[in-house]
């Protein structure tokens, strides 16, 4: 295998990145701009069709595509994202003040799905066909099959309504934190939970941990020393993507059932009002989370691997 | 070789032959599971031909007098099952309506992201050089990007009618498929009987209908389990969020939404249709997982 320098690795997965971006950036505005009537509506209900013409014109709507598309992307690299229709205020303030809530609860829905999915997964591949791995196996694949909302709308009923230990909604105290972020680390942590256990298990059936075992290392060493190093990269590269999970649209369905401050209350929000501009922002904000995401993951998994790094 | 079909039937009557690595206990015991599973998706499959013929009751039939009743309980109608809502229809009669057009959309962006995905696969696994770059590509930089905000972006520029659903959900399996499919071509390319087919002068076209994509039908199969499954959960999570289809129709993801504002007071309006649908996926993520198991290969 041949693999590339670190650098030019980096500048490679900067330049996927940014392609991405702007392909994200060309849907949206194909979308909004080309396919959609940005004009008709911003236009007042009653607007006649020469008025309408007029903001037409105002807008540049009139002009050729490969034109208004270089000047929104143009206005994009500038910072300005257009003015929200719904806050009149600009879009990208209004995405960027959204943002922390949506991070907060993404990382900490994050780690806890990494912690409770790795050790789960470790415990139950070591012991393929247990008591403990039927039982978590099938509690992830149910859990992987019910809408993620759902769960969350499941939480508030168990333990707001009927236990009332819990506050559902809005972002008051830390344990409002709770139940959002349990349901997100219920989710992506069964999918953690499988690939670490599938993981774990291939890694058992490996001539290395024969050898561990032949020399009287103890069970608990061989797990969590020989072949828990070996599952890390797995481990890493799973988690990072169960946040790109998140930040792609997963996270953004529980924030609008507890009514979290966060980017997808937002997005829904903007998207009830034909708030274009905000959704928009939103959009490509939360793409450029989930570029950057990917491009760390990739760096931490050529990084983690000695095998690839040696090469 | 014969008809595509072939290998499909032998397939599925593989699948419920038990797995030789269960012991004889279990082996009845998992037989019958996934017979529950089976008869679970049929009994859906009922409901969503059906509509509302089997629905014990009128689902739109509002009754002012039982409103919001629990589960097991009876109003001068009949018993309701399930319970009632807040203008008093029967839950269990709108989660049997709802299945159809749950399934309806579902099955249908599932094909067409299957199509799309099998048909773009085959063409870079089979002819390679810039065909080949430019399809993966598409399909990486579309993984890379938030599809499912590209989605909610969609329906709310287009509209959110069944019509647009079911162009967008297909864009968000497609690559799945398209990755398989391009990884099984290529491995059967080099293959002894498609290079006997080729050399006994078989047009590509022929070679990949009959010689290709049957021995690679399995795989195809238990992925359009798994991702039917997802496209499920992903129409319901539009649906949920006000972007997808709109009421008067139904969908068991818009009787969860529905059912949300009443969360404090009748729970089962929420939580039931949600037990429906995630059933339906877990069923076919059962048997999915069977099938895979069967085949000898993780899908």
């Known amino acids: 295998m041949n693999h590339p320098s670190l650098s030019a690795f980096l500048l490679t997965r900067l330049r996927d990145g940014l392609i991405v971006l702007f392909l994200v950036t060309l849907v949206i505005f194909v979308l909004g701009h080309v396919i959609g009537d940005p004009a008709g509506l911003m236009a007042p209900v009653d607007a006649s069709e020469q008025e309408i013409a007029r903001l037409r014109r105002q807008l540049g709507l009139d002009r050729p595509f490969t034109e208004q598309f270089a000047t929104y992307f143009g206005s994009l690299l500038r910072g300005d994202f257009g003015q929200s229709l719904w806050q009149d205020r600009p879009a990208l303030t ?4 959204a943002l922390p809530a949506t991070v907060l609860l993404t990382l900490v829905g994050l780690v806890f799905a990494g912690l409770g999915g790795s050790t789960l997964g470790v415990l139950a591949g070591a012991r393929p066909e247990s008591a403990l791995d039927r039982s978590a196996n099938f509690l992830s694949i149910t859990a992987l099959s019910v809408p993620n909302f759902w769960l969350g709308l499941l939480l508030i009923v168990i333990f707001a309504v009927n236990l009332g230990a819990l506050p559902t909604s809005g972002f008051a105290s830390w344990q409002s934190l709770i139940l959002p972020a349990g349901a997100l680390a219920i989710i992506h942590g069964a999918r953690v939970f499988q690939l670490v256990r599938s993981a774990t298990f291939e890694e058992m059936t490996k001539p290395y941990t024969l050898v561990a075992r032949s020399k009287g290392l103890p069970e608990r060493l061989i797990l969590w020393k020989h072949i828990l190093r070996n599952t890390a990269v797995t481990m890493m590269t799973t988690i990072g993507w169960e946040y790109v999970r998140m930040m792609g649209g997963a ?28 959704l928009q922002a939103a959009v490509i904000i939360a793409g450029a989370f989930v570029v950057v995401t990917n491009g760390v993951v990739d760096l931490l998994y050529r990084v983690l691997d000695a095998r690839i790094r040696a090469a | 070789m014969g008809k595509w079909s072939d290998g499909v039937i032998e397939y599925w009557s593989n699948a419920f ?39 014990p009751y009128d689902p739109t039939a509002q009754q002012v007098l039982a409103r919001l009743l629990p589960p097991f309980s009876s109003s001068s109608r009949g018993f309701h099952w399930l319970g009632t809502d807040q203008l008093g229809r029967d839950l269990m009669s709108n989660m049997i309506a709802g299945a159809r057009l749950t399934l309806f959309i579902g099955l249908v962006s599932n094909m ?32 890379a990007m938030p599809m499912f905000l590209v989605a909610i972006f969609f329906l709310t520029v287009l509209g959110p009618t069944v019509l647009n659903v079911v162009i967008i959900l297909p864009t968000l399996i497609w690559p799945s498929f398209a990755r398989l499919v391009r990884a099984e071509t290529l491995r059967l390319r080099s293959a002894l009987f498609v290079e006997a087919a080729v050399a006994t002068g078989a047009t590509d076209w022929s070679v990949l209908w009959s010689n290709i994509l049957p ?85």
């Not at chain 1, 209004?94 to 003040?97: N, T």
């Not at chain 2, 012991?23 to 008869?39: E, H, K, N, Y």
């Not at chain 2, 770059?133 to 993984?143: D, H, I, P």
Request: no cysteine; net charge positive.
């Open chain 2, 17 to 55: 032959k038990p797995h030789y690595s269960i012991t004889p206990v279990f082996q009845r015991f998992l037989s019958l599971g996934l017979l529950i599973w089976v008869g679970y998706l049929l009994a859906v499959t009922l409901f969503a031909l059906t509509g509302s013929d089997l629905a």
């Open chain 1, 251 to 278: 996270a953004f369905a529980i924030e609008v059932v507890f009514a979290w401050p966060g980017i997808g209350q937002l997005m829904i929000n903007a998207a009830s009002r034909q708030d274009f501009p905000v």
């Open chain 1, 94 to 97: 209004v995405v960027l003040e």
């Open chain 2, 215 to 299: 021995n690679m039908a399995p795989r195809i199969m238990v992925l359009t389990v798994i991702e039917l499954g997802h496209v499920m959960l992903a129409e319901a999570g539009l649906s949920f969020l006000g972007v997808g289809v709109q009421p008067p129709a139904t969908t068991w993801g818009l009787l969860i939404a529905r059912g949300r504002a009443y969360l404090a007071v009748a729970w089962w309006l929420a939580i039931m249709p949600g037990v429906m649908l995630g059933l339906t996926v877990l069923a076919l993520n059962m048997l999915s997982r069977r099938f895979a198991a069967t085949s000898g290969s993780a899908a």
């Open chain 2, 112 to 143: 067409i992201g299957m199509a799309v995905g099998v048909v773009l696969g085959m063409i870079a696994g089979y002819y390679g050089g810039t065909l080949d770059r430019l399809v993966m590509r598409l399909s990486e930089a579309q993984t």
